[in-house]
């Protein structure tokens, strides 16, 4: 069956049908949708190597959004009155042309800033990161999943000379004797993973969890360690030590395939396991079992997650589990290794190809000047035309609206109203600005706070491609156009671009070439669309194939090489895994089995020491505050949060604190409590129990409003990666 047929098939009376990825998280499980005669749009599982014919809740009520009566279909623009009004695509889209000259005509190209997500397809991320560069000509991008992988994606670079979250197929979990889990509660963010851990289970394999909190991943653990939030790099060298005394390295490994262990080796020798007990609580016997655990068994896999990465000593803290897994010898041999496990659904693809503040696409460095001749002759602009690289997505948001930081800003994808961490102080900063501008499809806590709102097209009314957890380049297919009134992400750059290239460019017909995929710019009945003039007639195309054939081009040669990805391929191959430079060369599913894309094609230990969190605890606020998910709700929750049974599976916020805690407080199950830090507070009912530790309290993050659990957090940043420290703060807890 040819790529289009399956996208959308039908036949006589047949419904119609799209084999497709579910939207929300990085398995992107395979899902079929199907339209069916009563007008309701069916969700059914697929077979695919992910989540093998499984679904989350999550995944089986997705559909319900693309008809949810709180869908934009109409640009709102905010009159005098300061209320956000129905208005035509022509006057939204010149409000924002004339708004961002404006401002960069008073305050230079710099003032204009664009932030994305980490849900956005492969194109579109492409698209953003150029629409940035080549039309604003501003450096300042940035995107929301740098405070989801940054950190893992720094020490992986800087071990490995590569950043892709799992190295390995997902499948290999299943078949490794013993699997470490630092930080991570898939039963929870990403359920359909845990049959690969039930497999790795059923097969005799070792499942070992590292969590402050008992969670539903932990209880299904062979053994579970319950370090104090900010330990787990102490943890990690305690390990490693353990290692060194009982004679688990691989020594054999270490010097063919590795550099610089000697000076791991001198800095863990510190680490005695009795000391870590009393940093960290996990008790000696325990950190025992794990190193021999991983030392012994013939394969072993290291995987960490948001709980060890969202710290500012992130990276390190990563860095010290990459060096375990090293010192193992684990990296490149089969069903081991060292990997991430991705969160949001492109979070890995999202930041391949623009959409970071220091990266150009195929994930080259923008300050290298090879990189930028090679993706400037693709855009066909002068490499000196470029700008430079920006500042990471706190900073960027932090100095919205300050004497030198951006005046305006562009939002696709992202609400960090929710999102951010010192939430409040972000949203000052948003209300500040001269211009800001939302594209989304429902209307977020951020869509409200806008000058202009752009309705945007969902998940199933667009072609494209996403990249999941393993480095697996996935087709999303369409199921059916977006609704009158809403165009494609592509379709809006465009025509901003063409805007902002001339702004006296008369209106075309869409149906003429050059215009890109005319229907989403006619069918809203707003008036043609525009285009750039004669001279760039295609610098922004609208049809996502005919950019993705451009994001291969500007990929080539890369450390993320699509050159080779196809459409066609990716169809009939179930994907297909970066890098993979060749279209009739082989892919690459597991990285590192013969070397490493370093300079010297060895990997490289980095010595790490443990150091306390940002924020210490003390008389003032004597609780550890760390924050996560839950199995009902997604990122900021603007989606799931209108999704009726996710609704009542996970209604409101709440803070999680122990019994005795609870007791020593005076609060009962269900009692509203106050939870401050020196930032801001959040208010929410109390659930009790007895699966956290005592001297910590947990919130979700899912909720807006006074249930906010980013008023609390820290925007204290990792000085690599530029990761907050949204995992642990200092709080005092007290009945509302």
Not at 128 to 148: E, M, P, Q, S
Not at 223 to 243: S, Y
Not at 355 to 378: C, S
């Amino acid at each position: 069956m040819t790529d289009g047929a399956r996208a959308a098939t039908r036949t006589g009376s047949e419904p119609r049908e799209a084999e497709t990825h579910c939207p929300y998280c990085a398995l992107q499980c395979g899902m079929v949708l199907r339209d069916a005669d009563d007008g309701r749009i069916e969700v059914r599982p697929r077979q695919f190597p992910t989540n093998r014919g499984g679904l989350c809740q999550k995944g089986w009520t997705a559909a319900e959004l693309l008809d949810h009566p709180d869908r934009l279909t109409t640009p709102l623009v905010r009159d005098p009155s300061g209320e956000l009004c129905p208005a035509s695509w022509e006057v939204a889209l010149d409000r924002i042309a004339a708004g961002l000259r404006t401002v960069q005509r008073d305050h230079g190209r710099d003032a204009v800033a664009v932030f994305g997500g980490g849900g956005l397809t492969n194109e579109k991320a492409y698209a953003l990161g150029k629409f940035a560069r080549v039309a604003l000509r501003t450096r300042h991008i940035d995107y929301n999943g740098r405070w989801c992988m940054s950190s893992a994606a720094a020490a992986g670079l800087r071990a490995f000379g590569v950043d892709r979250g799992l190295p390995f197929p997902l499948t290999d979990l299943g078949h490794t004797e013993t699997l470490l889990l630092v930080g991570a509660n898939p039963a929870e963010t990403m359920p359909p993973l845990m049959r690969h851990l039930a497999d790795q289970q059923a097969r005799g394999g070792r499942l070992i969890v590292v969590d402050p909190r008992l969670t539903a991943t932990a209880r299904q653990a062979d053994l579970h360690l319950q370090p104090l939030p900010g330990t787990d790099l102490a943890v990690a060298n305690a390990l490693l030590h353990v290692a060194l005394t009982e004679g688990l390295i691989d020594r054999e490994y270490v010097a063919a395939r590795t550099e610089g262990f000697d000076a791991v080796r001198r800095t863990v020798a510190g680490y005695w396991p009795a000391e870590v007990e009393r940093l960290s609580g996990v008790p000696v016997a325990d950190l025992e079992a794990t190193a021999r655990a991983l030392g012994s068994a013939g394969s072993a896999v290291i995987l960490t997650a948001r709980g060890a990465e969202q710290h500012a000593k992130g990276v390190d803290t990563v860095s010290a589990y990459v060096n375990l897994a090293l010192a193992l010898g684990l990296p490149g041999r089969p069903y081991s290794g060292y990997g991430c496990l991705t969160g949001q659904g492109n979070g890995q693809g999202g930041r391949e190809h623009g959409q970071k503040a220091d990266q150009l696409p195929g994930y080259r460095k923008i300050d290298d000047p090879a990189a930028r001749a090679h993706v400037a002759e693709v855009w066909g602009v002068d490499p000196a035309e470029l700008p430079g690289p920006g500042v990471p997505a706190y900073q960027l948001l932090d100095s919205l609206g300050s004497p030198d930081g951006p005046r305006a800003l562009l939002v696709f994808g992202s609400n960090p109203v929710v999102s951010a961490p010192r939430a409040a102080r972000v949203e000052s900063r948003l209300r500040g600005l001269d211009l800001l501008v939302v594209a989304d499809f429902l209307r977020s806590e951020t869509a409200e706070l806008a000058d202009v709102v752009l309705p945007v097209a969902q998940w199933a009314e667009e072609d494209g491609t996403m990249t999941n957890l393993e480095g697996r380049v996935l087709r999303r297919r369409a199921l059916r156009e977006p609704p009158p009134g809403v165009r494609t992400d592509l379709a809006v750059l465009a025509d901003l671009a063409a805007r902002l290239d001339d702004p006296a460019t008369p209106a075309v017909d869409p149906e003429q070439p050059g215009t890109g995929s005319g229907p989403e710019h006619a069918r809203d009945g707003a008036g043609p669309g525009r285009v750039p003039d004669g001279n760039r007639p295609d610098r922004f195309p609208t049809d996502p194939r005919v950019v993705f054939a451009e994001l291969r081009r500007a990929s080539a040669g890369g450390v993320a090489d699509y050159a080779g990805v196809t459409w066609d391929r990716i169809e009939s191959a179930d994907g297909v895994f970066w890098p993979c430079p060749d279209p009739d060369g082989p892919d690459t599913p597991r990285l590192f089995a013969d070397t490493f894309p370093t300079p010297t094609g060895r990997a490289r230990f980095h010595p790490v020491q443990h150091r306390p969190a940002a924020e210490e605890v003390c008389a003032d606020y004597p609780l550890h505050f760390t924050t996560g998910r839950v199995l009902a709700q997604y990122q900021s929750g603007t989606q799931t949060r209108r999704v009726a049974a996710l609704r009542r599976a996970a209604p409101r916020g709440f803070v999680e604190l122990h019994p005795d805690l609870a007791a020593r407080l005076g609060v009962a199950e269900g009692d509203e409590v106050r939870v401050a830090s020196r930032r801001g507070e959040l208010r929410a009912p109390a659930r009790l129990s007895p699966t956290i530790r005592p001297d910590t309290v947990f919130a979700p993050f899912h909720w807006p409003g006074a249930a906010r659990a980013n008023s609390v957090t820290n925007d204290a940043l990792d000085p690599v990666s530029g990761m907050p420290e949204f995992k642990i703060c200092a709080v005092r807890v007290e009945r509302a």
